[in-house]
């Protein structure tokens, strides 16, 4: 019992000293090429309103919560929610139905903020690239490097889902 007692504590150790080590700040980068203008990608991007349609939360928690302000397109709008991690909320503070959006992003009732976009890149007339990104610091002394390689994982995830179901409307809807 005491060798494992003493493998536990070392382990510990060795974790918490790798966690002093691993970086804080986290860089998500996910995109996909759709068969369609900005513009018409954008109607479903850039209105608050249609983000039901595709994005992803819902299905990863059914009891989220989502409360969309009056203003639901163009710089301002904003959105929030509550769910099973505490809930966030975003606000959009860049708008373009040819280069896409740029929005704020705050976790667990702004403990954590980070700087999200959704942007367009037109290859051709009718194929865009879209590319969902996501930037910021989980500032947590030795867990905050664990969280950010788990966003890799779990937010990449997500956005690489919202990204196909957004493609799969978008072509839908011509």
Same mark, same amino acid.
């Given at each position: 019992?005491?060798?494992?007692?003493? =493998?536990?504590?070392?382990l510990?150790?060795?974790?918490? &000293?790798?966690?002093?080590?691993?970086?804080?700040? %986290?860089?998500?980068?996910?995109?996909?090429?759709?068969?369609?203008?900005?513009?018409h990608?954008?109607? %479903?991007?850039? /209105?608050l309103?249609?983000?039901?349609?595709w994005?992803?939360?819902?299905? $990863?928690?059914p009891?989220?919560?989502?409360?969309?302000? $009056?203003?639901?397109?163009?710089?301002?709008?904003?959105?929030?929610?509550? /769910?099973?991690? !505490?809930?966030?909320?975003?606000?959009?503070?860049?708008?373009?139905? $040819?280069?896409?959006? $740029? %929005? /704020?992003?705050?976790?667990?009732? #702004?403990k954590?903020?980070?700087?999200?976009?959704?942007?367009y890149?037109?290859?051709?007339?009718?194929r865009?690239?879209?590319?969902?990104?996501?930037? !910021?610091?989980?500032?947590?002394?030795?867990? !905050? #490097?664990?969280?950010?390689? =788990?966003?890799? %994982?779990?937010?990449?995830?997500? =956005?690489?889902? !919202?990204?196909?179901?957004?493609?799969?409307? &978008?072509?839908?809807?011509?």
């Amino acid at each position: 019992m005491k060798k494992f007692l003493s =493998f536990i504590f070392l382990l510990i150790i060795i974790l918490g &000293v790798i966690g002093y080590f691993l970086p804080t700040q %986290y860089t998500i980068n996910k995109s996909i090429v759709i068969s369609s203008s900005s513009t018409h990608i954008h109607q %479903y991007v850039g /209105d608050l309103q249609k983000w039901d349609l595709w994005t992803p939360w819902k299905g $990863e928690d059914p009891d989220i919560v989502i409360s969309i302000s $009056e203003k639901t397109t163009g710089i301002g709008a904003s959105q929030s929610w509550q /769910d099973k991690h !505490g809930g966030g909320s975003l606000t959009f503070t860049s708008w373009s139905p $040819e280069n896409g959006i $740029e %929005y /704020d992003l705050y976790f667990q009732a #702004g403990k954590y903020k980070c700087k999200s976009a959704i942007k367009y890149n037109t290859t051709t007339e009718t194929r865009t690239k879209v590319m969902w990104t996501m930037q !910021g610091d989980m500032n947590m002394p030795i867990i !905050g #490097g664990y969280f950010a390689l =788990f966003m890799q %994982y779990s937010i990449g995830s997500m =956005f690489q889902q !919202g990204l196909d179901q957004l493609k799969l409307i &978008v072509e839908q809807d011509k």
